[in-house]
């Protein structure tokens, strides 16, 4: 247990104490309610103030929620061993209070390497199916870093997580994946402003993003979407799985800058149909022209595509559709 506190320290807000953990408000004040989760001592007999005691049995509940605990066993738990008289020390991450078998901490997710702290309570809060939480860090994280360094930096390495734990675990965790894949899109929808650029510099058409036949993974185009509307730049998103000729006949009618075609399998990834994208034109004869067509995804790696660059993120996928437009 942790030294008895001073009786001059007011202890932490809930939504001071929120944020030090990656949860929402809610989730606290919901925890309280149900489980007894909740400050020994409230301000003015209302206000909930947490004290370094009530902070380190929520850290516990949070570990073993990230585990894959249910929360009333997880909160029982966290409470005895944090309040209960001659209690053990607190479990530490990592460890299994008593009472909880190994099995049911099987859920943390597996991040590779460093990665920055909003991952981690972004992904406490996908496995506790907290849609409030995750909502509310997604919308921080892109405020806080902008929409370039919250997509790369927070979203791509929790979705890789969220991935890797489903694709290991026989299909269990696929609603976390659902979840938070649901929520990563609604913020960066969000994070477009909600205008449409009109024409482009100079009467530039707009940057066509689509997936290729076959290909679902949409988000990386979202986040494309999202970071060229900030930028000014008008675009059309067509989403997953266009097919070949519904492309083709897209790029006819609007005249586009560029055309950026997302492949995240090679199995998805079709050159034939890169060069016929990059070949088709429009225009009043003797002044035709076609588009600048952007490689986007693993599913391109390693094959060669004579003037069809290739950007290996989303900053330099901007910086170089912002200049497909200015040189349109």
Same mark, same amino acid.
Request: hydrophobic letters at 40%.
């Given at each position: $247990?942790?030294?008895?506190?001073?009786?001059?320290?007011? @202890?932490?807000?809930?939504?001071?104490?929120? &944020?030090?953990?990656?949860?929402?408000?809610?989730?606290? &004040?919901?925890?309280?309610?149900?489980?007894?989760?909740?400050?020994?001592? %409230?301000?003015?007999?209302?206000?909930?103030?947490? &004290?370094?005691?009530?902070?380190?049995?929520?850290?516990?509940?949070? %570990?073993?929620?990230?585990?894959?605990?249910?929360?009333?066993?997880?909160?029982?738990?966290?409470?005895?061993?944090?309040?209960?008289?001659?209690?053990?020390?607190?479990?530490?991450?990592?460890?299994?209070?008593?009472?909880? *078998?190994?099995?049911?901490?099987?859920?943390?997710?597996?991040? *590779?390497?460093?990665?920055?702290? #909003?991952?981690?309570?972004?992904?406490?809060?996908?496995?506790?199916?907290?849609?409030?939480?995750?909502?509310?860090?997604?919308?921080?994280?892109?405020?806080?870093?902008?929409?370039?360094?919250?997509?790369?930096?927070?979203?791509? +390495?929790?979705?890789?997580? !969220?991935?890797?734990?489903?694709?290991?675990? @026989?299909?269990?965790?696929?609603?976390?994946?659902?979840?938070?894949?649901?929520?990563?899109?609604?913020?960066?929808?969000?994070?477009?402003?909600?205008?449409?650029?009109?024409?482009?510099?100079?009467?530039? /058409? +707009?940057?066509?993003?689509?997936?290729?036949? @076959?290909?679902?993974?949409?988000?990386?185009?979202?986040?494309?979407?999202? *970071?060229?509307?900030?930028? @000014?730049?008008?675009? %059309?998103?067509?989403?997953?799985?266009?097919?070949?000729?519904?492309?083709?006949?897209? !790029? %006819?009618?609007?005249?586009?800058?560029? !055309?950026?075609?997302?492949?995240?399998?090679?199995?998805?990834?079709?050159?034939?149909?890169?060069?016929?994208?990059? #070949?088709?034109?429009? *225009?009043?004869?003797?002044?035709?022209?076609?588009?600048?067509?952007?490689?986007?995804?693993?599913?391109?790696?390693?094959?060669?595509?004579?003037? $069809? +660059? &290739? +950007?290996? /993120?989303?900053?330099?996928?901007?910086? $170089?559709?912002?200049?497909?437009?200015?040189?349109?």
């Amino acid at each position: $247990m942790s030294e008895s506190p001073s009786p001059d320290d007011p @202890g932490l807000t809930t939504g001071a104490l929120a &944020r030090r953990l990656g949860v929402a408000p809610t989730t606290l &004040r919901s925890w309280d309610r149900r489980y007894g989760i909740g400050p020994a001592v %409230r301000a003015d007999g209302r206000h909930r103030r947490w &004290r370094p005691d009530d902070v380190a049995v929520l850290e516990a509940m949070c %570990r073993l929620t990230t585990a894959g605990v249910p929360p009333a066993e997880a909160a029982r738990a966290a409470r005895e061993a944090g309040r209960g008289a001659g209690a053990s020390p607190l479990p530490r991450a990592g460890s299994v209070p008593d009472g909880v *078998g190994r099995s049911q901490v099987a859920g943390a997710l597996p991040f *590779g390497g460093d990665v920055r702290q #909003e991952c981690r309570g972004l992904a406490r809060a996908a496995v506790r199916l907290d849609a409030p939480a995750v909502e509310e860090q997604l919308g921080t994280a892109v405020e806080q870093y902008g929409l370039t360094v919250a997509w790369q930096e927070v979203m791509v +390495p929790t979705l890789h997580a !969220v991935g890797r734990k489903w694709a290991s675990s @026989g299909d269990r965790y696929v609603e976390v994946e659902h979840l938070l894949s649901w929520h990563v899109s609604t913020a960066l929808r969000r994070a477009t402003g909600g205008s449409v650029p009109g024409e482009g510099a100079g009467g530039a /058409g +707009p940057v066509v993003l689509a997936c290729v036949p @076959g290909e679902q993974h949409t988000l990386p185009l979202e986040a494309l979407n999202a *970071g060229l509307s900030r930028l @000014g730049l008008p675009t %059309r998103m067509f989403g997953a799985a266009v097919p070949a000729e519904a492309l083709t006949a897209a !790029v %006819r009618r609007l005249g586009p800058s560029a !055309v950026v075609l997302w492949a995240q399998a090679r199995s998805t990834a079709s050159l034939a149909l890169a060069r016929h994208v990059a #070949e088709t034109r429009w *225009g009043v004869h003797g002044a035709r022209r076609g588009p600048t067509v952007v490689l986007g995804g693993p599913g391109w790696a390693g094959r060669a595509a004579q003037g $069809m +660059p &290739r +950007p290996t /993120g989303l900053r330099e996928a901007l910086e $170089m559709l912002s200049g497909a437009q200015v040189l349109a």
